[in-house]
T-cell receptor, first 114, second 112 residues
């Protein structure tokens, strides 16, 4: 089954404790992206990757890191989480060129930083 | 830079009534347009998309949307809603460089 998986689905942590949210897709997509969803703000892009070893900042990259060492994986790293990073996070993937153009989303990771 | 405006943050409607969720975008170049739905505690699922061709696009669950280039709009419609349509709906635009922007979302609540 074609899918995007994220782990963990729920995470409660404390300020300053490094964490990683994993994202994996099995559709051989070149393009992958991380979003955060906050009430009234919709989805805002954190980082994206056009292909292996190619990453770039989105609209809200501060406090986050990513890496793309393999095509299927795109982990999101919070080196020193802060309460303002409490949010719902989504990973998405798509082809870079050609059809279909839509992005496929993971189930989301709800992060709470206390 | 392009942006997406969903004109209503919340839309309450009674079951079996028609509904329209409005979306306007700003872009000086051609874009691809999407509507996604998010059911409670789930990820985003594609409802429909406009890439080119006919301006009226039909999607899943009886939804359709009309692309209006002159008004830069892509409103979502359904002639008769069900309780199960209660969800948050997101309009999104994507340029050829893969840059994708989402609206703030519209929460549709269908009441019995």
């Amino acid at each position: 089954e074609a899918q995007v998986t994220q782990n963990p689905r729920y995470l409660i942590t404390v300020t300053g404790k490094k964490l990683t949210v994993t994202c994996s897709q099995n559709m051989n997509h070149e393009y992958m992206s991380w979003y955060r969803q906050d009430p009234g703000l919709g989805l805002r892009q954190i980082y994206y990757s056009m292909n292996v070893e190619v990453t770039d900042k989105g609209d809200v990259p501060e406090g986050y890191k990513v890496s793309r060492k393999e095509k299927r994986n795109f982990p999101l790293i919070l080196e020193s989480p802060s309460p303002n990073q409490t949010s719902l996070y989504f990973c998405a993937s798509s082809l870079s060129i050609g059809l279909p153009l839509e992005q496929y989303f993971g189930p989301g990771t709800r992060l709470t930083v206390t | 830079a392009q942006s997406v405006t969903q004109l209503d943050s919340q839309v309450p409607v009674f079951e079996e009534a028609p509904v329209e969720l409005r979306c306007n975008y700003s872009s000086s170049v051609s874009v691809y347009l999407f509507w996604y739905v998010q059911y409670p505690n789930q990820g985003l699922q594609l409802l429909l998309k406009y890439l080119s061709g006919s301006t009226l696009v039909k999607g899943i669950n009886g939804f359709e949307a009309e692309f209006n280039k002159s008004q830069t709009s892509f409103h979502l419609r359904k002639p008769s809603v069900h309780i199960s349509d209660t969800a948050e709906y997101f309009c999104a635009v994507r340029r050829e460089n893969n840059d994708m922007r989402f609206g703030a979302g519209t929460r549709l609540t269908v009441k019995p």
